[in-house]
C-alpha cells in the first residue's frame, strides 16, 4: 500500500539535544512537507522541498533542518536551538506538478521534552 | 498574505442534527481551497478541492461549497463516527504555492 510513514510516533528530547524525525513516502511524490501542529492552532510550514537536493524555508524554519537526499525520503532534524519543540510534526506531499494537487499526510510524529 | 478563518472553534451536535462549519480566506487568488478531516492523534486525511466559487462537491453526509469569500462544509444527518476536527486550507496562484490553514473546527456528534 502507498502512503507515507512517519517515524516514530512518539519522540523525547533532552536538554541540549538535537532529534531526527523520519519522513518516508512510497507515492513517486515529487514534493514534501514538514508542518508542525500545537494544540488549538492550525498546521504552520516549517521546510518544503520540490525536488531532490533542494529545500526551502516555511513560515517557522528557525531552529530546525532538513535534507532531502532521495526522493522518497525528507528527514527532520529539531536542533537545541529550538526552545519550544514541543508538538505534534506532520509531515506531507504531493504528486508531481500539477497544480493545485492535495497534500497527503502521514501519521505525525509527537516531540516532548524531558 | 493569504489568512484563513475557521468557525466556529467548536460545535456540538446530536446524531442527525444537520448543521455547517464555515471557512472565510482571503487570498489574492485562489488556485485551490481544500477540505481535510483530522482524527485526534492522526494526520489530516483529504475531503475535498473547491477551485472556483459556485463549484459543490459531495461525499457521503458531507458537501463543501464555495463562493468568492468563504467555503462551507455541510453536514446532513451526522453521525458519531462524523467527530473530527476539520480543517480548511487555501493555495494562492503566485508561483510556486504552499498551502495556508486554518486553525479547524472541532466537532463532536453525540448519539
Known amino acids: 500500500d502507498g502512503g507515507i510513514t512517519q517515524s516514530p510516533k512518539y519522540l523525547f528530547r533532552k536538554e541540549g539535544q538535537n532529534v531526527t524525525l523520519s519522513c518516508e513516502q512510497n507515492?513517486?511524490?515529487?514534493?514534501m512537507y514538514w508542518y508542525r501542529q500545537d494544540p488549538g492552532q492550525g498546521l504552520r510550514l516549517i521546510y518544503y522541498s520540490q525536488i531532490v537536493n533542494d529545500f526551502q524555508k516555511g513560515d517557522i524554519a528557525e531552529g530546525y533542518s532538513v535534507s532531502r537526499e532521495k526522493k522518497e525520503s525528507f528527514p527532520l532534524t529539531v536542533t537545541s536551538a529550538q526552545k519550544n519543540p514541543t508538538a505534534f510534526y506532520l509531515c506531507a506531499s504531493t504528486p508531481p506538478r500539477r497544480g493545485n494537487q492535495p497534500q497527503h499526510f502521514g501519521d505525525g510524529t509527537r516531540l516532548s521534552i524531558l | 498574505e493569504d489568512q484563513v478563518t475557521q468557525s466556529p472553534e467548536a460545535l456540538r451536535l446530536q446524531e442527525g442534527e444537520s448543521s455547517s462549519l464555515n471557512c472565510s480566506y482571503t487570498v489574492s487568488g485562489l488556485r485551490g481551497l481544500f477540505w481535510y478531516r483530522q482524527d485526534p492523534g492522526k494526520g489530516p486525511e483529504f475531503l475535498f478541492t473547491l477551485y472556483s466559487a459556485g463549484e459543490e462537491k459531495e461525499k457521503e453526509r458531507l458537501k463543501a461549497t464555495l463562493t468568492k469569500k468563504e467555503s462551507f462544509l455541510h453536514i446532513t444527518a451526522p453521525k458519531p463516527e462524523d467527530s473530527a476536527t476539520y480543517l480548511c486550507a487555501v493555495q494562492d496562484n503566485s508561483g510556486y504555492s504552499t498551502l495556508t490553514f486554518g486553525k479547524g473546527t472541532m466537532l463532536l456528534v453525540s448519539p
Open positions: 507515492l513517486n511524490h515529487d514534493a
